[in-house]
């Protein structure tokens, strides 16, 4: 059963250009999570989806960055016009269902490193 | 929102003895508390969660205690490792999003 996962590994951008990460979650887990991690800081959530539905994007600004978890595919977080501050650790997870066994438990990706020169 | 703060930053213990990280949460809404292990630049590993019914955990040389009134949540690992080195993170939630701890780095010498 495959993990999380995540591309690309890494992502170099100059200013002013877009990036798209992608997250495709655990088989039979419909939950999908992103966080952000700059260097020696912790974890910030950004954003929650079910399949085709944003449930809570408060962690995530409000410009610049979108996300979406469409009926087929992974998980796209979408950042525009990128700027040096956006550098960072994006790590995607992914939850079964609430409700059942473990709902609450996610599994991190490894990960998009993202460098805006 | 919720604030959860963890101490200490760093950790050095001798390989053997025991180590201890601590949190604190904010919001007595939040009923989920995992631990998690990230090597570096790997992606976070859950190791041990516990939720607000339970007041202890044990997984081995791994164990979690929570104590909902203080608000707060310690790990404890004994007979160290090498392969322990690593950060440690804590969170809690009270629902979905998890809100992490800043970081504990443990550094277990031989």
């Known amino acids: 059963n495959a993990g999380v996962m995540q591309n690309p590994r890494h992502l170099v951008r100059r200013r002013g250009q877009e990036a798209r990460l992608r997250c495709s979650p655990m088989?039979?887990?419909?939950?999908v999570y992103w966080y952000r991690q700059l260097p020696e800081e912790g974890l910030k959530f950004m954003v929650y989806?079910?399949?085709?539905?944003?449930?809570?994007e408060s962690g995530m600004p409000k410009e610049r960055f979108s996300a979406e978890f469409p009926k087929e595919g992974p998980s796209i977080l979408r950042i525009q016009q990128v700027v040096r501050g956006d550098s960072a650790a994006y790590f995607c997870?992914?939850?079964?269902?609430?409700?059942?066994?473990?709902?609450?438990?996610?599994?991190f990706g490894p990960g998009t490193r993202l460098t805006v020169l | 929102g919720e604030n959860v703060e963890q101490h200490p930053s760093t950790l050095s213990v001798q390989e053997g003895d025991s180590a201890v990280i601590k949190c604190t949460y904010s919001?007595?809404?939040?009923?989920?508390f995992p631990w998690y292990k990230q090597e570096l630049g790997k992606r976070p590993q859950l190791i041990i969660d516990?939720?607000?019914?339970?007041g202890e955990k044990k997984d081995q040389r791994i164990a979690v205690t929570l104590n909902k009134t203080a608000k707060h949540f310690s790990l404890h690992i004994t007979e160290t490792q090498p392969e322990d080195s690593a950060v440690y993170f804590c969170?809690?939630?009270?629902?979905?999003?998890?809100?992490f701890g800043k970081g504990t780095s443990l550094l277990v010498t031989p």
């Open positions: 997870a992914s939850s079964p269902p609430f409700g059942t066994s473990g709902g609450n438990e996610q599994f």
């Open positions: 088989k039979g887990h419909s939950h």
């Open positions: 989806l079910q399949k085709e539905n944003i449930i809570d």
């Open positions: 919001d007595s809404a939040s009923n989920y």
């Open positions: 516990i939720r607000s019914n339970v």
């Open positions: 969170a809690a939630s009270p629902g979905y999003a998890l809100n």
